[in-house]
């Protein structure tokens, strides 16, 4: 069973850091891309990060770029998002999910969620 | 970036009538949209890929249609669980989400 568990969330000031973490199994973690989604409350999802398996390629969300950096450890079958500069609008729970690409395309679908973890940045 | 309009935001129904769900794109996403099903509470569950391939374990009642700009969710016949948030996504130039569509018991 594919699993997702994500770590890391709370609370932090505004410019303050933060690291999430999301722990995969049940699945060859090295040959699914991954990413983040974020929600925030009361509002629909927003597409953050994503990086391809090998972890060679990633891409940012425009609202994101330059203050974020999504990584992975495929021998720990880890994928890590840094966040640094935090904003109040970065408030919002953040969801690990499995990219897929379905045999075409750059961009990915997102076919397992975890359950995600809240950052709340606020002074 | 391609935005994604969805209608109507709110759609009352009562169970066994049929859900038509709509996304429209700004500019062309070819077959490139998904469609995701969210409960209070819960991560969103992948329905449809690709305009319309049902995910794994997805039952029948749900089907996806459309290319290019414009796009639909078709659910038969609801079941009582089916009221939830629905969300389209594209993935032909960056990912981008829909705002929603809340499907509610009438």
């Known amino acids: 069973e594919v699993q997702l568990l994500e770590s890391g969330g709370g609370l932090v000031q505004p410019g303050g850091s933060l690291r999430l973490s999301c722990a995969a199994s049940?699945?060859?973690?090295?040959?699914?891309?991954m990413a983040w989604v974020r929600q925030a409350p009361g509002k629909g999802l927003e597409w953050v990060s994503a990086i391809s398996g090998s972890g060679s390629t990633t891409y940012y969300g425009d609202s994101v770029k330059g203050r974020i950096t999504i990584s992975r450890d495929n021998s720990k079958n880890l994928v890590y998002l840094q966040m640094n500069s935090l904003r109040g609008e970065d408030t919002a729970p953040y969801y690990c999910?499995?990219?897929?690409?379905?045999?075409?395309?750059?961009?990915?679908?997102?076919?397992?969620w975890g359950q995600g973890t809240m950052v709340t940045v606020s002074s | 970036e391609i935005v994604l309009t969805q209608s109507p935001a709110t759609l009352s129904l009562s169970p066994g009538e049929r859900a038509t769900l709509s996304c429209r794109a700004s500019?062309?996403?070819?077959?490139?949209l998904a469609w995701y099903q969210q409960k209070p509470g819960q991560a969103p569950r992948l329905l449809i890929y690709?305009?319309?391939n049902r995910a794994t374990g997805i039952p029948a009642r749900f089907s996806g249609s459309g290319s290019g700009t414009d796009f639909t969710l078709t659910i038969s016949s609801l079941e009582p669980e089916d009221f939830a948030v629905y969300y389209c996504?594209?993935?032909?130039?960056?990912?981008?989400f829909g705002q929603g569509t809340r499907l509610e018991i009438k």
């Open positions: 996504q594209q993935r032909s130039n960056w990912i981008t």
């Open positions: 049940g699945f060859t973690f090295s040959t699914y891309a």
């Open positions: 500019q062309s996403v070819s077959s490139y």
């Open positions: 999910a499995r990219g897929r690409l379905y045999g075409s395309g750059t961009y990915y679908s997102f076919d397992k």
């Open positions: 690709d305009s319309s």
